[in-house]
């Protein structure tokens, strides 16, 4: 069975997180979603919320598994057996980091890592950008699934 993992903190997944998760899905067997527990890092949402937002939409595809972790890819993908990690690069800016990030998972554990461009209309989009125009009210709809969109809502009216 072809497994690849998607990882990331997905605080909260984006349009461009599902465009690649859903691109993976049609291309292996099976996509495990790994969501980073970072407790070095405040974050919007909670890991479980994270976990149970990319579980609702990405159901449809049916070969797409949410995990949590924390600590090195590298470890989570020896402890599953997954050979290949599935990263979006976004615009020329994202592939220095991901580059050095790819080769170090290599030199680890020989984990390959497959990229992906991202579809042009999200070039432009990351969690935090989403997080801070929905934070003043800005409209993120088209940017996140509608259930996120509606989270985000709710979390920004209770604050
Ligand atoms: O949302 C982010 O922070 C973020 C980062 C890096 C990324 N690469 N590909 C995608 Br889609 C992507 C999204």
């Known amino acids: 069975m072809r497994r690849v993992v998607c990882p990331g903190s997905y605080d909260p997944v984006t349009n461009g997180h ?4 859903s691109r993976a899905s049609r291309l292996y ?8 527990i970072n407790i070095s890092k405040k974050s919007l949402f909670t890991v479980d919320e ?19 972790f924390h600590g090195l890819t590298v470890d989570f993908c020896r402890e599953r ?14 592939f220095d980091y991901e580059l050095q990030i790819a080769q170090m ?12 461009a991202t579809n042009p209309l ?4 990351s969690s935090s950008l989403v997080k801070e125009v929905a934070q003043y009210g800005g409209d993120v709809s088209g940017l996140v699934p509608e259930p996120v969109q509606q989270r985000l809502i709710r979390r920004f009216s209770q604050s």
């Open 122 to 125: 999200y070039s432009f989009l």
């Open 50 to 68: 994270r976990a149970e937002m990319i579980a609702e939409v990405t159901k449809q595809y049916g070969n797409v598994v949410v995990e949590k």
């Open 18 to 21: 599902l465009d690649i998760i």
């Open 105 to 116: 998972n290599h030199q680890l554990a020989g984990v390959e890592t497959m990229f992906m």
């Open 81 to 94: 057996d997954i050979p290949v990690i599935v990263r979006g690069l976004r615009a020329v800016s994202d």
């Open 29 to 36: 067997d099976e996509v495990v979603v790994a969501v980073l």
